[in-house]
C-alpha cells in the first residue's frame, strides 16, 4: 500500500480511510475530523488524523448493552408498520 503524504485533500483522505468523500465531508461538517480549510479546500494533517482514529477504536470484548424492550418494540412496530 502507498504510503499516505503528510498532509492530505478530502480526496487522499477518503482512499486513506478507505471511505466515500461525502462521508469525509459529513465528518468534517459535525466537527468530528480534525481538519484546516485552505483556500477553497480542507487539509488534514495524517498524524492528527491517526490520532483521531485511535480514540474511534471500539474493544471487540466490550460488554455490548442490549437495547431496552421499549427500544427494541420500536424498531419492531417500525418493521411491521412499513
Same mark, same amino acid.
Given at each position: 500500500?502507498? !504510503? ?9 483522505l477518503a482512499r486513506y $480511510? ?7 465531508? /459529513? %465528518?468534517?461538517?459535525?466537527?468530528d475530523l480534525p481538519a484546516?480549510?485552505? &483556500? /477553497? ?8 488524523? @491517526? !490520532?483521531? %482514529? @485511535?480514540? =474511534?477504536?471500539?474493544?471487540?470484548? +466490550? @460488554?455490548?448493552?442490549?437495547?431496552? &424492550? $421499549? +427500544? *427494541? *418494540?420500536?424498531?419492531? =412496530? =417500525? /418493521?411491521? @408498520?412499513?
Amino acid at each position: 500500500m502507498e !504510503r499516505a503524504p503528510a498532509i492530505m485533500t478530502v480526496q487522499e483522505l477518503a482512499r486513506y $480511510l478507505r471511505v466515500h468523500a461525502m462521508t469525509v465531508y /459529513r %465528518l468534517i461538517q459535525r466537527g468530528d475530523l480534525p481538519a484546516a480549510r485552505v &483556500g /477553497r479546500g480542507w487539509r488534514f494533517r495524517k498524524d492528527q488524523v @491517526d !490520532r483521531w %482514529l @485511535d480514540g =474511534r477504536e471500539i474493544n471487540s470484548h +466490550a @460488554d455490548h448493552k442490549r437495547p431496552s &424492550g $421499549l +427500544a *427494541a *418494540a420500536r424498531r419492531l =412496530r =417500525r /418493521r411491521h @408498520d412499513r
